[in-house]
């Protein structure tokens, strides 16, 4: 069991994905650019064995921020998207509130 001041630690984030591409070689990893407001960053997602780029762009998702840095595929992912899966493994996007404005923080 964690404590909840465990899950206070991430950073999560409201953001607008900008653009989405498949990552060359890989069969479920691509690469999106997110705007956060103050920053835009870089996040590898392994979903696009059911997601096709052109699913993501322009859809306002959250993240989290503040995990270290990782090399996936030679793409460094600076973040994390958070999306909801089936026991199945089907994964299901949760986007966000066109009203939300990008950065907001997520708690």
């Known amino acids: 069991m964690y ?3 465990d899950f206070w630690k991430f950073d999560m984030r409201v953001g607008l994905i900008e653009e989405a591409e498949r990552v060359p070689n890989s069969k ?3 690469k999106l650019l997110v705007d956060f407001g103050r920053e835009k960053r870089v996040v590898v997602t392994g979903i ?7 699913d993501l ?3 306002k998702m959250i ?3 503040n995990l270290k ?3 996936i595929m030679n ?3 600076q973040g994390m998207l958070i999306l909801a899966e089936e ?3 089907k994964v299901h996007l949760i986007t966000v509130d066109d009203a939300v404005p990008v950065g907001t923080k997520v708690w």
Request: aromatic content about 8%.
């Open 75 to 77: 793409v460094e992912s």
């Open 48 to 54: 696009a064995d059911q997601f096709s780029p052109d």
């Open 87 to 89: 026991d199945s493994g």
């Open 28 to 30: 479920k990893l691509i």
């Open 57 to 59: 762009v322009g859809k």
């Open 3 to 5: 404590d909840v001041e």
């Open 63 to 65: 993240f989290v921020l």
């Open 69 to 71: 840095p990782k090399k």
